[in-house]
């Protein structure tokens, strides 16, 4: 990905990335909302707001005590 980045540059066009890190929040928001505040909010659709629906479909925690996993628990 970077090799392309640096292609474009060289050829004086625009490379960016978006980068979002979600990991510690999915878990304490409603996603319909937060799926819906990224859609009407922040412009996400089509393929990406697609993406964030499956990421944030059937998501599961476990916690881990003393090396001993204790059971999963669906969020």
Do not use: P
């Amino acid at each position: 990905m970077s090799d392309n980045w640096f292609e474009d540059m060289d050829n004086g066009e625009i490379a960016g990335l978006n980068s979002v890190d979600i990991s510690k929040a999915f878990d304490s928001i409603d996603h319909k909302v937060l799926l819906r505040k990224m859609q009407d909010q922040f412009g996400v659709q089509d393929f990406e707001l697609k993406w964030f629906q499956s990421y944030l479909t059937k998501r599961s925690q476990v916690c881990v005590v003393d090396g001993h996993t204790l059971l999963a628990k669906e969020i």
